[in-house]
């Protein structure tokens, strides 16, 4: 499904041998500028029902569809940083999420792994889960860049991010309205 740009993922693919030089272009200079054009910084937000009363908005999961051209510049982003976090093994081996090979089920596994050796060891395990209603989306951005700055994302990607965090907007899209 298209963003706020309009342009559809499957129109990228077919024209990527097409578009990648102007892109890269594109993404240098916002890189280089840490400006990015107010498309990137828009959503589409979908609210889809998950159970209960439709008329309670709490019922509704929002989805929001941005820019597929920004996703790709986000994937270039986020493999920088991950890479700038292995190399300078700024990572807790606990880290699962986001992590290539890894996820969920492995770090499921590894949990249950590390239990049953305490319990082997004739130990006991004490669990307390923990559910942050809405953790992400309450992540303050500022202190999110001075995480960022702490671990040395700072210059162009650290200006980057900045930019791209400002000033986002979004808007409901009910049947493509």
């Avoid at 200006?159 to 979004?170: D, P, S, T, V």
Wanted: aromatic share 8%; with cysteine; net charge neutral.
């Amino acid at each position: 499904s298209c963003g706020p740009d309009n342009i559809h993922p499957h129109m990228l693919k077919e024209t990527a041998s097409s578009v990648c030089f102007p892109l890269s272009m594109i993404f240098e200079e916002s890189l280089q500028t840490g400006e990015t054009p107010d498309d990137w910084r828009k959503a589409n937000v979908t609210p889809i029902f998950k159970k209960g009363d439709r008329n309670d908005p709490a019922n509704y999961r929002p989805v929001s569809l941005t820019s597929q051209v920004c996703k790709v510049l986000e994937t270039v982003v986020r493999d920088n940083i991950l890479n700038h976090l292995k190399e300078n093994d700024l990572m807790s081996d606990k880290q699962h999420g986001f992590r290539e090979g890894r996820s969920c089920l492995s770090n499921l596994l590894t949990t249950l792994e590390d239990w049953t050796s305490i319990l082997d060891d004739g130990d006991c395990v004490d669990v307390a889960y923990l559910d942050f209603k809405k953790a992400f989306d309450l992540v303050s951005h500022k202190h999110l860049l001075l995480k960022l700055q702490k671990y040395g994302i700072n210059g162009q990607v650290g200006n980057w991010i900045k930019a791209f965090l400002e000033n986002r907007k979004q808007r409901v899209v009910i049947r493509g309205q």
